[in-house]
């Protein structure tokens, strides 16, 4: 119990929700940073999926032979800011390319 009151405790107390509040921001402060949430490279991607009709494997693909084989970002992580209802994705671009690719494999 000494090493969390040394940590958060101020001016020789302890506050449960200060105490709280630090190890919140602590947590989120060490957590990676999302990769789309770099404005150019989201908006890269966007224009991608809408402009170039590219589905996320195809963007994934081509970023990987530009880039001699380094992924910058990979299909999943675009999946996931559609699925995660980003409106940037989630305008009719990936929605359209996904469903032209689905039912073109029915096929």
Same mark, same amino acid.
């Given at each position: 119990?000494?090493? /969390?009151?040394?940590?958060?405790?101020?001016?020789?107390?302890?506050?449960?929700?200060?105490?709280q509040?630090?190890?919140?921001?602590?947590r989120k402060?060490?957590r990676?940073?999302?990769?789309?949430s770099?404005?150019?490279?989201?908006a890269e991607?966007?224009?991608?999926?809408?402009?170039d009709r590219r %589905?996320?494997e195809?963007?994934?693909g081509? %970023?990987?032979?530009e880039r001699g084989?380094?992924?910058?970002v %990979?299909?999943?992580?675009?999946?996931?800011?559609?699925?995660a209802g /980003?409106?940037a994705?989630? /305008?009719?671009?990936?929605?359209?390319?996904?469903?032209?690719?689905d039912s073109r %494999?029915?096929?």
């Amino acid at each position: 119990m000494s090493r /969390e009151i040394a940590r958060n405790g101020r001016n020789g107390r302890y506050g449960a929700i200060a105490a709280q509040s630090r190890s919140d921001a602590r947590r989120k402060a060490c957590r990676p940073r999302k990769r789309l949430s770099d404005p150019a490279l989201a908006a890269e991607v966007r224009r991608r999926i809408v402009d170039d009709r590219r %589905s996320p494997e195809q963007i994934d693909g081509r %970023s990987r032979l530009e880039r001699g084989g380094r992924c910058v970002v %990979s299909f999943s992580t675009i999946y996931r800011a559609v699925n995660a209802g /980003e409106p940037a994705y989630s /305008e009719g671009g990936i929605r359209a390319v996904s469903a032209r690719y689905d039912s073109r %494999s029915s096929s």
